[in-house]
């Protein structure tokens, strides 16, 4: 998501199935169809009921995976993981699902999102006595588990997950049941699905179509689902706090053919370009998007303007999303290699570019003066969101407004930085009144965090802002040394 998007770095995805006799392959299509979450690392986790077995390894999920691999992992019950290193740092031993022995027997944890108070949870246990293997804030639930002081597994977990803050959707898996939680807030995406007698979990619904899954639901904030042989179990862990699911699941991160909460992604991201177009009136000949996550948002802009829909940028299905290369001179080239102008489309014409946000600002650059060498008259960018202004601490690697354009620059000026004839952004209000959630209150069950800076949970303080500043959240609002 950053650089305009194709520059945010999206927080990872987990899957899990129980009660499939070929549990190991399954999750491993489950993984393929989430491969857009995180391209750094993959890993799968199986019981046959006696005992776990792992294999993870860095990359895409057809590279780490191989056919002996899967079939080496026999069992009824599985939980995979892909990632994106947004907190913790790369390396082998960060590749998730972590997988943890003790005497009293096996556990392994799958997570989403990011824990805004792991560093002080990392302290405390520390100085209890805890040695930690990696630097993921995963790690610190596991910790919390066996010090929980309970015999049962189910009441560890759940004791261990009512001291986290922030973003998590955690699947968990022993010998003999998997776990499945989701924060207070549910600023997560999460769903369970059947697939004849076995149950399926995700992070997006598109997982469950390519293995043939029927989606039941979502699962609901302070959820806790226990599965086991003996069927499905529904518990709270924590009382349902403010919904406030991650916008930009809708604007960008979820595949299109993806739903939460009943809402397809696909038919939000229309409703956000047509909006778009009512917001802005712009005389042009032609309106493209970049791909993919900008496609429905340009069809949608140009069915309300009126404006032909051309594909004017054509991506490299060769090359993976831009941000798979953790540095920005790396991503800087990604987006050579991925996105290429259509001359004889662009050329002579006055076009509208949409995508669905600018982060950084880089790439939005590069593409501009593409169209313009291509021959284009002119380029007005419209982005179907509005501008991000503030960090995120809940999964995405936009920790500090340094990174952040909007945050440092006024809309001319970025206008001039991307070098587009203009620039527009879509309004909170139309954002959120498009996407279409019915939930009571103003930001209708969002976290609108990056554009609008009121933040869902307490950030704490040994959590930095810019510059390593320390802030503490009250009322919705940071206050710190410098802020």
Known sequence: MLAEIRSLNEECGVFGVWGHEQASQIAYYGLHALQHRGQEGAGIVG????????????????????????????????????????????????????????????????????????????????????????TSDTEV?????????????????????TLLKGAYAFVLLTEDKMMVALDPNGLRPLSIGRLGDAWVVASETCAFDIIGAELVRSVEPGEFLTISDEGLQLDKFSYAGKRSICTMEYVYFSRPDSEIDGINIHTARKRLGKQLAREVMIEADVVTGVPDSSISA?????????????????????????????????REQGVKMKLSPVRKVVEGKRVVMVDDSIVRGTTSRRIVKMLKEAGAAEVHVVISSPPIKNPCFYGIDTSTS??????????????????????????????????????????????????????????????????????????????????
């Open 298 to 330: 340009a069809i949608g802009f140009s069915e309300e303007s009126g404006i032909p829909y051309e594909l004017g940028l054509i991506k490299n299905r060769y090359v993976g999303r831009t941000f798979i290369q953790p540095s920005q001179d790396l």
């Open 402 to 483: 340094g990174e952040l354009i909007a945050a440092n620059h006024s809309a001319e000026e970025m206008r001039e930085l991307i070098g587009a004839d203009s620039l527009t952004f879509l309004s909170v209000q139309g954002m959120v009144e498009s996407i279409g959630r019915r939930e009571e209150g103003p930001d209708c069950g969002h976290c609108l965090a990056c554009f609008t800076g009121n933040y869902p949970t307490d950030i704490y303080p040994d959590t930095k802002l810019p510059h390593e500043k320390e802030f503490v959240q009250t009322g919705g609002s940071l206050i710190g040394k410098g802020v």
């Open 141 to 161: 639930l596991a910790h919390l588990i066996k010090r929980s002081g309970y015999d049962d597994v189910e009441e560890s977990v759940k004791s261990a997950l």
């Open 47 to 134: 019981t046959d009921g006696e005992v776990l077995k792992a294999q993870k390894g860095e990359g895409l999920v057809n590279e780490v995976f191989t056919l002996e691999k899967l079939a080496a992992m026999k069992g009824k019950a599985a939980i995979g993981h892909v990632r994106y290193a947004t907190a913790g740092g790369g390396g082998l031993e960060n590749v998730q699902p972590l997988l943890f022995n003790s005497t009293s027997g096996s556990l392994a944890v799958a997570h989403n999102g990011n824990l805004v108070n792991a560093n002080q949870l990392r302290v405390h246990l520390e100085k209890q006595g805890s040695i930690f293997q990696t």
